[in-house]
């Protein structure tokens, strides 16, 4: 299955001020312009929100992104660390025994 068609944001905005500004149902705009009901209703959600909302929404997310990368990389670490500390701890009691 292709990726399908991409649309610009202006079309998009377009889109949603037909359903939300203008009162046309989602299933006629969506057939006129020839896309899925689907993809309408995802643009209302995002383009229906003030763009300084939009934007705040998007550094949001980006953060969010940002920090489950350095969580990852921190228990990574961790996990590390703990599997050296068992090695040398072993390595220290057979030392001992010699």
Known sequence: ??????????????????????????ADVSQRLGISNKS???WIK???KPKKQRDEDADLRAEVARLKREL????EERD??????????GESKNATRS
């Open 80 to 89: 590390i660390l703990k599997e050296a500390a068992v090695f040398f701890a």
């Open 72 to 75: 990852k990389r921190a228990t």
């Open 40 to 42: 309408l209703y995802d």
């Open 46 to 48: 995002v383009f229906s």
């Open 1 to 26: 299955m292709g990726k399908g068609t991409r649309y610009n944001d202006e079309f998009k905005q377009e889109a949603v001020n037909q359903v939300v500004v203008h009162g046309y149902s989602v």
